[in-house]
């Protein structure tokens, strides 16, 4: 149902089917004529630069991978726990912040969130070590964890209608932008300068966003809000011991435990044992959860944002395509930096088609709303990734910079940046107004907790890959016979470019017949490492359909009412998640 003038478009949450259902549509109209008030968009500027600032930290991380580690002699691994150390806190904490927002206004935990961001980035900046590097990381995503629940309550105090729609499309625009500039930025000053002035910028725009956070419209706190202590530390444990096991699997053992692990359990690996423990904690999470607000206490997440199957089905999706999305960014800038050993400035280029597909995908998918059903889009979505994931596995050769794979990246870039808009307005839409923060905390929890595992799981995947083919290639080789393996660390096999594997094979005996083989074994096996692990991605996004198939069936709209959303929420418990859904 379409209700209009002058290009002033009203969605009703769903199409009714019942005369109280119509009354209920009727009411956001007088006369047939929707009734908008359009607010000024600079307080928009302050939101979405909030938004950058992170995206654009998280996504410098990839691109400065080669010069962290030439500065701190570290594996590209410890660069990906940077990334899951920053991915963890927001997750973790995330849900914390939207409460403190709730009680104490968030806009003010807005500003101090970014003076906390701005510390981290000093920090980052000037970092002598590894350490201090995943430290920063650490603390930037603690400021993130108050940061991502403020921003949807910030549009949802400053818009509404339309423009409140098109304000949820700008928040997930804004993140593809930020990761189109920081490629182009740390590409450039990455290869000319280093990778440091990159983050030294930040610097200066966390400043900026606290200045114009003072056009926001002020909030007032409600002190009643209760803080659930138990929930945090559930769900806080839960998020950090998955994302610490994902991120150590390669390192720590798969199921036995590696001499690189801190301890083991009877022989076992610590890092699946964790995974385990963090689900089931997930759990009493969620059954602490039920029981609290049964009691009539205030929740850490209000379960009305995620009892719905939709609702449940979109944190799925959402996890699914950021997890697909962090996998892909680390895969393609551990091949191009650390295989093909070039520059970050290379790197920039091969991937600007796929982030700047994202950004006008996040942006433009808003246009379709009114055709296309949530459902629709994301199986389309999905259906997408799965076949340029495909595409690449088939087409990737040891040049990122050939049209058949910039054809499969822009193909990938569609789907998930569609992706990602939609599921946010489909959380976004099935709750009030109210719960505005703990949807943004919900999505916020969602998309860092998959950015971790995704990375995690890329570089746990792929070095295991490359690690299983190399062995399988030098034992099967006549010509790398066991003396030169005994000279070789063949139980530490990681990415490393043909000039350090020969650097290395120079320090041992190896004629240069054996060099030659070690080196092509090499480029070898980390091309099929790449295949495989991209096909095993393409699997993932197959899979992903299926809860895709489950979204809602009805066209979008804006946040409803608090009335409007019980509303709908008790007519479903009632008759079904998909009666009265004619649009498929």
Same mark, same amino acid.
């Given at each position: 149902?379409?209700? *209009?003038?002058?290009?002033?478009?009203?969605?009703?949450?769903?199409?009714?089917?019942?005369?109280?259902?119509?009354?209920?549509?009727?009411?956001?109209?007088?006369?047939?004529?929707?009734?908008?008030?359009?607010?000024?968009?600079?307080?928009?500027?302050?939101?979405?630069?909030?938004?950058?600032?992170?995206?654009?930290?998280?996504?410098?991380?990839?691109?400065?991978?080669?010069?962290?580690?030439?500065?701190?002699?570290?594996?590209?691994?410890?660069?990906?726990?940077?990334?899951?150390?920053?991915?963890?806190?927001?997750?973790?904490?995330?849900?914390?912040?939207?409460?403190?927002?709730?009680?104490?206004?968030?806009?003010?935990?807005?500003?101090?969130?970014?003076?906390?961001?701005?510390?981290?980035?000093?920090?980052?900046?000037?970092?002598?070590?590894?350490?201090?590097?995943?430290?920063?990381?650490?603390?930037?995503?603690?400021?993130?964890?108050? !940061?991502?629940?403020?921003?949807?309550?910030?549009?949802?105090?400053?818009?509404?209608?339309?423009?409140?729609?098109?304000?949820?499309?700008?928040?997930?625009?804004?993140?593809?932008?930020?990761?189109?500039?920081?490629?182009?930025?740390?590409?450039?000053?990455?290869?000319?300068?280093?990778?440091?002035?990159?983050?030294? !910028? +930040?610097?200066?725009?966390?400043?900026?966003?606290? @200045?114009?956070?003072?056009?926001?419209?002020?909030?007032?706190?409600?002190?009643?809000?209760? !803080?659930?202590?138990?929930?945090?530390?559930?769900?806080?444990?839960?998020?950090?011991?998955?994302?610490?096991?994902?991120?150590? @699997?390669?390192?720590?053992?798969?199921?036995? &435990?590696?001499?690189?692990?801190?301890?083991?359990?009877?022989?076992?690996?610590?890092?699946?044992?964790?995974?385990?423990?963090?689900?089931?904690?997930?759990?009493?999470?969620?059954?602490?959860?039920?029981?609290?607000?049964?009691? *009539?206490?205030?929740?850490?997440?209000?379960?009305?944002?995620?009892?719905?199957?939709?609702?449940?089905?979109?944190?799925?999706?959402?996890?699914?395509?950021?997890?697909?999305?962090?996998?892909?960014?680390?895969?393609?800038?551990?091949?191009?930096?650390?295989?093909?050993?070039?520059?970050?400035?290379?790197?920039?280029?091969?991937?600007?088609?796929?982030?700047?597909?994202?950004?006008?995908?996040?942006?433009?998918?808003?246009?379709?709303?009114?055709?296309?059903?949530?459902?629709?889009?994301?199986?389309?979505?999905?259906?997408?990734?799965?076949?340029?994931?495909?595409?690449?596995?088939?087409?990737?050769?040891?040049?990122?910079?050939?049209?058949?794979? @910039?054809?499969?990246?822009?193909?990938?870039? !569609?789907?998930?940046?569609?992706?990602?808009?939609?599921?946010?307005?489909?959380?976004?839409?099935?709750?009030?107004?109210?719960?505005? *923060?703990?949807?943004?905390?919900?999505?916020?929890?969602?998309?860092?907790? &998959?950015?971790?595992?995704?990375?995690?799981? &890329?570089?746990?995947?792929?070095?295991?890959?490359?690690?299983?083919?190399?062995?399988?290639?030098?034992?099967?080789?006549?010509?790398?016979?066991?003396?030169?393996?005994?000279?070789?660390?063949?139980?530490?096999?990681?990415?490393?470019?043909?000039?350090?594997?020969?650097?290395?094979?120079?320090?041992?005996?190896?004629?240069?017949?054996?060099?030659?083989?070690?080196?092509?074994?090499?480029?070898?096996?980390?091309?099929?490492? +790449?295949?495989?692990?991209?096909?095993?991605?393409?699997?993932?996004?197959?899979?992903?359909?299926?809860?895709?198939?489950?979204?809602?069936?009805?066209?979008? *709209?804006?946040?409803?009412?608090?009335?409007? &959303?019980?509303?709908?929420?008790?007519?479903?418990?009632?008759?079904?998640?998909?009666?009265?859904?004619?649009?498929?």
């Amino acid at each position: 149902m379409l209700e *209009g003038i002058g290009g002033l478009i009203a969605w009703p949450l769903a199409t009714p089917t019942k005369p109280e259902d119509v009354m209920a549509t009727q009411t956001m109209s007088i006369g047939g004529i929707h009734q908008e008030e359009r607010a000024s968009w600079v307080p928009m500027i302050a939101i979405a630069l909030g938004q950058m600032i992170m995206s654009f930290n998280v996504a410098s991380l990839p691109v400065a991978m080669g010069g962290m580690v030439a500065s701190f002699g570290v594996a590209p691994t410890t660069v990906a726990t940077g990334i899951v150390a920053y991915s963890m806190l927001v997750a973790g904490f995330v849900m914390l912040g939207a409460k403190l927002a709730q009680r104490f206004g968030a806009l003010q935990v807005f500003r101090c969130a970014v003076v906390l961001f701005f510390v981290s980035q000093l920090m980052m900046t000037f970092s002598p070590s590894a350490a201090v590097m995943i430290s920063a990381q650490a603390l930037c995503g603690a400021a993130g964890s108050v !940061i991502v629940p403020s921003l949807v309550a910030l549009i949802a105090e400053n818009y509404a209608g339309r423009q409140q729609a098109t304000a949820l499309g700008a928040l997930g625009s804004a993140r593809a932008a930020a990761g189109v500039l920081a490629f182009v930025v740390g590409g450039v000053l990455g290869t000319y300068i280093g990778w440091r002035p990159a983050f030294g !910028i +930040l610097i200066a725009a966390s400043a900026i966003v606290l @200045l114009m956070s003072f056009r926001l419209k002020p909030d007032r706190g409600r002190p009643d809000v209760q !803080i659930d202590l138990v929930g945090v530390a559930l769900a806080a444990s839960a998020i950090i011991l998955i994302s610490f096991g994902f991120n150590n @699997l390669n390192g720590w053992g798969l199921a036995a &435990a590696t001499p690189n692990a801190p301890f083991d359990l009877l022989g076992a690996s610590p890092a699946p044992v964790m995974i385990v423990l963090g689900i089931v904690l997930g759990q009493t999470f969620l059954l602490w959860t039920h029981r609290r607000q049964a009691a *009539g206490k205030t929740p850490l997440l209000p379960l009305e944002v995620i009892d719905s199957p939709q609702e449940r089905c979109a944190v799925f999706a959402l996890f699914a395509v950021v997890a697909l999305e962090a996998a892909l960014n680390f895969t393609v800038p551990l091949y191009i930096q650390i295989v093909q050993g070039r520059s970050p400035l290379a790197t920039a280029i091969a991937m600007m088609p796929f982030n700047l597909t994202v950004f006008f995908s996040a942006m433009l998918i808003v246009n379709v709303y009114e055709r296309l059903t949530p459902r629709q889009i994301g199986r389309y979505g999905f259906a997408l990734c799965t076949v340029a994931l495909v595409w690449l596995a088939f087409v990737v050769r040891n040049d990122w910079s050939e049209v058949p794979v @910039l054809f499969g990246l822009v193909l990938f870039g !569609i789907g998930q940046g569609s992706l990602v808009t939609l599921l946010f307005n489909v959380l976004v839409t099935a709750s009030p107004k109210t719960l505005a *923060g703990d949807v943004g905390s919900l999505r916020g929890t969602t998309q860092n907790l &998959a950015a971790a595992v995704g990375t995690a799981v &890329a570089g746990a995947l792929l070095v295991g890959l490359l690690s299983t083919i190399a062995l399988g290639k030098i034992t099967a080789s006549p010509v790398l016979t066991p003396e030169l393996q005994a000279q070789v660390d063949l139980d530490n096999i990681t990415f490393v470019s043909n000039e350090r594997l020969r650097s290395a094979l120079e320090r041992t005996n190896g004629s240069p017949e054996q060099v030659a083989e070690a080196v092509r074994v090499n480029t070898e096996a980390r091309l099929r490492a +790449l295949k495989i692990g991209l096909l095993i991605m393409a699997g993932l996004a197959l899979i992903a359909i299926i809860p895709a198939g489950r979204l809602p069936n009805y066209l979008p *709209g804006e946040i409803p009412s608090d009335e409007a &959303a019980a509303k709908n929420v008790s007519e479903e418990s009632r008759q079904g998640p998909w009666e009265g859904e004619p649009h498929e």
